[in-house]
């Protein structure tokens, strides 16, 4: 019998019925044979079957493809291949087949927000450890090839910031030493790009967004090159100049009494390149491994400036200052000047370590404009002192091995009134006798080599403190001197005095002892001399109005006639 065919082709060959009940168990379908015009009865599997069938293919995605589609593809390869494994196989197929099959219903862009702070940092970090060690898998136990000790090597300017560590965490200060290494393995960019003779990490500076590492350095002999800001200070002031010799110009027509009188203090120049506080180059960052910016040179302006005002540090370079007194440069420029005062003040060393040089010339020191007691060298036969004299609380054994910055701005005074004589002709020397001030008084500091001891105090508490490290351990213990003038100012004296070093680790403020007082405005300037040109007078009365037209009146006809009477008076002459 034909109906008796069992072949199950889809759904189009199963009859619906919308009496039939919902469930799977009663779902009763029947399958139309054409020959015989009746209708079979499935059996319960084959039910069964044609509903998992049906369910697989309803389960579709938008792009018309179901999970049926997918396995019968999947066992199609299965079974057409052949390969053993083929549980393994199937997954593998199956992400396979997924990937192939993904396609994007429309152009997918996103903005791209870049690299977070952290990011950078930690791509600059390890950019840097891996030129450090010069293989990206470096391996502890790897053999390096170190050079002879006779070979030049300028990694050895790098200090060894491992050992000053040891020593500043004995006395309770300095930063971690993670942060050391990475601050030491840092510096070897400088001592590639740079002509360093001398490198020293100075410290830190906080600041209320970044912070600023310091490392000090010296140039070679001849390397000392400026920079643009000297140039575009003398500019500056040049503009200045010829703003206010428009009155001095004898083609303009001024009136000496709108003529300004004030003229402007003598600019004091900066101490030449490699010389004074232009000494040592400075070169800063905000975290180890980004780029060592060099901060600009420093000038006694700034200087000045930055002693009448009080600002704390942001962390960013060209960031404008807002003070009283306008302080005369960007954030890198009064950095460089606190950097500048506090090297002045707190770097000390143990007394006898150094020693003026006794053979300087002193036709340099004349020409330089010093007394020639403003150099000192390394003695070579300081046999150092006891660990209790370095921890003298009078600090009568420490002393500062760095000049002084006089009220001037500079460590060697420089006369503002030289250049100004012979200026002018014969004719006005007499006048600018009487204008010019009388010649000033040389500014005079502590001369060089001056014991810690004689600092001014900070009211009721000595300028610095010296103490012990360790009391329980005395005989490996170190010196350590603490600075009250400017707080975050640490120095430790080790192995008799013969090694120690230096470091800040502050906000960059000085400890005044008393309240801020910021500098008051000047004065306010006079109005112009009083005169009857510019004084206000009372109006006049109609009478008095009156009065005056009826005598100009009478003058200007006095005048008419006048001129007509003489004028007949020589004719009659002539004839």
Known sequence: MKGESRKVRGRSNVPHDDNISEDPEKIKERRYDEDEEEFRVLSL???????????????????????????????????????????????????????????????????????????????AQWRMV?????????????????????????????????????????????????????????????????PIETLRFWGKIMGTRKNYYVVEAEFKDGEYDSDFSDEEEEKSSNDKIEDSMIFDDESTTVTEDIKPYYKPPPRIPCESLGTGLNKHIYFVCN????????????????????????????????????????????????????IARISAATTVSPIGYFRFDDNEEEEDAEESGTNGRNNCIIDQEFEGMPLRDLCDPTGQTWC?????????????WHNPMEGRSGEGGEEDSDEEERNEPDEPEPEVGPPLLTPASEDKPIIDSPAWIARISSRLVPEFAVAVLQSNTWPGSWTFGAERGRYFTSIYIGWGQKNLGDAFEPELPPDIMDEFPSGPEI?????????????????????????????????????????
Not at 400 to 412: E, K, V, W
Not at 540 to 562: H, I, M
Request: net charge negative.
């Open 130 to 194: 891996k030129t450090a060690c010069g293989d990206p898998k470096f391996i502890p136990n790897e053999s390096f090839d170190l050079p002879d000790e006779d070979e030049e090597d300028i990694y050895r300017l790098i200090p060894d910031l491992m050992k000053q560590a040891l020593f500043f965490e004995q006395a309770g200060v300095g930063l971690p030493r993670e942060e050391f290494i990475r601050i030491s393995v840092s510096m070897r960019e400088l001592v590639e790009n740079w």
């Open 535 to 575: 004084t206000e007078a009372d109006d006049p009365s109609p009478e008095e109005e009156s009065a005056f037209k009826a005598a100009l009146a009478d003058k200007e006809f006095d005048a008419e006639f006048g001129e007509d009477q003489g004028e007949e008076e020589t004719s009659d002459v002539d004839d």
């Open 400 to 412: 500062h091995h760095m000049q002084s910055i006089l009220p001037q701005g500079r460590n060697t």
């Open 287 to 338: 975290e180890p491994g980004l780029l060592w910016t060099r901060l600009p040179h420093i000038n006694p302006a700034q200087i000045v400036i930055a002693r009448k005002i009080r600002h704390f540090f942001t962390g960013d370079l060209n960031e404008h200052i807002v003070s009283h007194p306008p302080f005369p440069g960007l954030e890198k420029n009064y950095l460089r000047a606190q």
């Open 45 to 123: 599997e084959e039910q069964r079957c044609i509903n998992a069938k049906l369910y697989l293919m309803r389960e579709g995605s938008d792009d018309g493809q179901n999970l049926y589609n997918h396995l019968s593809t999947l066992l199609t390869r299965v079974l057409v291949e052949e390969s053993g494994k083929a549980l393994d196989r199937l997954e593998a197929d199956s992400k396979t087949y997924k990937r192939e099959r993904f396609a994007y219903k429309e152009p997918f862009i996103k903005d791209d927000p870049g690299k977070t702070p952290t990011e950078v940092l930690a791509h």
